[in-house]
């Protein structure tokens, strides 16, 4: 057979395959040598959100938007509305004497506190309060609703395992909290003391002998306020640290001493005046979200310029290295990963260089 007749051939046997659903394996791209998601490092300026979301609280009523929240949207994403291959993430802001009513999703959720005061989140009848730097979780299929019971407009953070979940074929939502019985069809009645668990919960080393333990995959402490991670920092601050992350520790749920919730980790991390950190890269994303200081992240050739409240992405896979710009000031970053979920998995796989520049295999 010709040269010619041969490729007639090869092309009408692959128009045929693919008629029938059928490609051919020598000829599809996925088996990359290293993960690629198409996420790119991205950084949120708090200055363009924070306008952005107060342009917002004029225009759309939280009747009209049950949330009212800017999507951040990873611009390599092709306009999907995640952060990452599997997170997502959005700023909410409810103006003063606003609720956002009762529903629930299988999706594992988390908010952290941003900006105001007077704000809280009702999860499954617990009432808990969020100021500034707080972080409450929101576990699967936990019913939840917010409010501002303060004199200003408050905002926070949410940061949710949405594209993990979508992707597992499990996302469900449920917005009919009026079937449940309560004395009000949209708002959850305050059914436990509140910040009820950070009562039973919230001093490290020590559980509640009178409470059964759960036994649930998620933490039963929902409230991790701001000021027990700070004081536990300023604690360790005379220690080396991680080489990559600097004074960097874990909400941990209680009972396990594992991750706050399944598929999510959360973090709180301190950099030392003038620190800059090793590098090094591993197959988790993580977002961050500056709580104090001014600095950057070199995430392999884009350079992330942080200060306060910014918001940005490291992907999978991607070097990266944190740098505190101030000379005499701590830098304070708060951190959400999908480390459990890809540890559970088998997946998880992590480098580091040393100083010298080699390139070594890190365990955790
Ligand atoms: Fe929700």
Same mark, same amino acid.
């Given at each position: ?9 090869? #092309? ?9 659903? $059928? ?6 791209? &996925? ?28 225009? +759309? ?31 909410? $802001? ?48 936990? %019913? ?40 009000? #069809?949209?708002? /959850? ?19 509640? #002998? ?11 402490? $929902?409230?991790?306020? %701001? ?60 977002? &961050?979200?500056?709580? /104090? ?5 070199? +995430? ?13 992405? +490291?992907?999978?896979?991607? %070097?990266?290295?944190? +740098? ?41």
């Amino acid at each position: 057979m010709s040269d010619v007749a041969v490729i007639d051939r090869r #092309k009408a046997f692959t128009e045929r395959a693919q008629r029938a659903n $059928l490609l051919e394996y020598w000829a599809v791209g &996925y088996r990359t040598s290293k993960p690629e998601t198409g996420v790119v490092p991205y950084l949120w300026r708090w200055s363009d959100v924070k306008s952005l979301m107060e342009e917002a609280g004029r225009l +759309v009523g939280i009747d009209e938007s049950e949330r009212r929240g800017l999507v951040l949207a990873n611009p390599g994403l092709g306009g999907l509305p995640y952060m990452t291959n599997t997170l997502f993430g959005d700023v909410q $802001l409810l103006t003063p004497g606003e609720a956002a009513p009762a529903h629930r999703h299988t999706t594992s959720a988390s908010r952290f506190f941003m900006e105001g005061t007077g704000g809280y989140t009702t999860v499954e009848g617990e009432r808990c309060t969020m100021g500034p730097g707080d972080l409450v979780i929101n576990p699967s299929w936990a %019913w939840h609703d917010h409010g501002n019971d303060g004199k200003d407009e408050i905002t926070y953070l949410n940061i949710l395992d949405v594209p993990l979940a979508t992707h597992l074929g499990c996302v469900f939502y449920d917005y009919d909290y009026a079937r449940e019985g309560d004395s009000d #069809k949209h708002f /959850q009645s305050v059914r436990k003391p509140i910040n009820a668990s950070h009562d039973l919960y919230a001093t490290g080393g020590i559980m509640p #002998k009178f409470v059964t333990r759960s036994g649930k995959p998620y933490s039963p402490q $929902l409230v991790y306020r %701001w000021e027990s991670v700070i004081t536990a920092l300023d604690r360790m601050k005379s220690y080396r640290g991680d080489p990559y992350d600097g004074i960097i520790v874990e909400y941990v749920n209680p009972e396990s001493g594992g991750s706050v919730m399944p598929t999510m980790s959360f973090n709180m991390q301190l950099l030392k005046a003038g620190e800059r950190t090793f590098t090094h890269r591993h197959t988790a994303s993580t977002i &961050y979200c500056v709580v /104090q200081g001014r600095g950057y992240t070199q +995430v392999e050739e884009t350079r992330l310029e942080w200060g306060r409240n910014d918001i940005f992405v +490291v992907p999978s896979w991607s %070097w990266h290295e944190h +740098v505190n710009l101030e000379r005499n000031a701590e830098a304070l970053i708060f951190s959400v990963t999908d480390m459990p979920a890809v540890q559970k998995l088998g997946l998880y796989r992590e480098e580091g260089k040393t100083a010298e520049g080699e390139i070594v295999r890190v365990e955790r």
